[in-house]
């Protein structure tokens, strides 16, 4: 059986002369606390029992109609019976309306609460940018820059300018920072410039208070040049 609304709502005259299935008459009991439409239907289909009760006894005029009549059909619902169904439903839409509402109020506190905290953990925190300093060449190169280190609430933004690189197979290179406590970690890579320059800004998870060095590498691993944070 379809539990479609149009479907469903079929069903609610012959619930009310007691002509349902147990099957139909699951179906259309699941699917009214869901649906205020086919609630009014049944409370407005719920006085036909009670009229029908007490309409003229035709079973002489026809009585083979009226007896093959009663061998399918089951009594009538009881308006009694009737109302105690709309009043479960009725309790029961509630109760889910109060259940989503509290479901609704609980996210929204969590979000409340989560929101806050971000908050919380933003507000003390300054981004502040360490001073720049000098790169120093290593033996047999001639490469200068400087290096500006910035505290990120991650780690530290590296950002260096750099003149002279070699050329030829020393690409691609390699911004290295080194923590204090002897870790290595791979701020950035580029490749060879046609005229020896880059400027590069690369991303650190060491903060900025734990970083001892800052080099520049070739691909081979050899240093160019380095730094150190004031």
Known sequence: MS???????????AYVL???????????????????????????????????????????????VMREAAIDAA??????????LLEQVRATAVARRRRARRQWLAVAAALIVVAGLGLGLMLPFRQSTGPS??????????????????????GT??????????????????LQVSSV????????TWAITPNGSAAVTGASALHLP????????DHAGRMLATTRPL
């Open 3 to 13: 539990t479609d609304h149009d479907d469903v709502r079929m069903l609610i005259g």
């Open 18 to 64: 007691g002509g349902l299935s147990e099957t139909d008459r699951r179906v259309l009991e699941s699917h009214l606390p869901a649906c205020q439409e086919c609630r009014d239907e049944l409370a407005r289909s719920a006085p036909l029992a009670g009229l029908l009760r007490r309409a003229p006894d035709m079973s002489a005029a026809r009585p083979q």
């Open 75 to 84: 009594p009538p619902a009881s308006s009694a019976g009737i109302d105690r």
């Open 133 to 154: 300093t000098a790169f120093t060449s290593a033996a047999g190169y001639s490469v200068s820059g400087r290096a500006t280190l910035t505290a990120k609430p991650w």
């Open 157 to 174: 933004a590296v950002s260096v300018t750099l003149a002279d690189l070699p050329a030829g197979g020393s690409g691609p290179f390699i």
């Open 181 to 188: 406590d002897g870790r290595k970690e791979q701020a950035a």
């Open 210 to 217: 734990d970083i001892r060095s800052i080099s520049v590498m």
